[in-house]
């Protein structure tokens, strides 16, 4: 599974929207929507952003399950 699609499997098993995660992060609505999508890739740094922003470890968005 792909970063964004992980991305979006921890948002909406929160029960955020995109809105809610850009917000928490710190990020635009249309860069989570991007990553969700594929169209770009998240830098580690963003990464992080949004880790810390779903409350989980940066490594569950890498892992490969």
């Keep these: 599974m792909d970063v964004g699609k992980k991305i979006k499997r921890f948002r ?21 929507r991007n990553y969700e999508l594929g169209n770009r890739t998240p830098s580690e740094k963003q990464l992080k952003k949004i880790a810390d922003a779903l409350g989980i470890p940066p490594a569950k968005l890498f892992e490969t399950r």
């Design 12 to 32: 909406t098993a929160f029960g955020l929207s995109q809105k809610e995660l850009a917000q928490r992060a710190g990020m635009s609505e249309p860069a989570i």
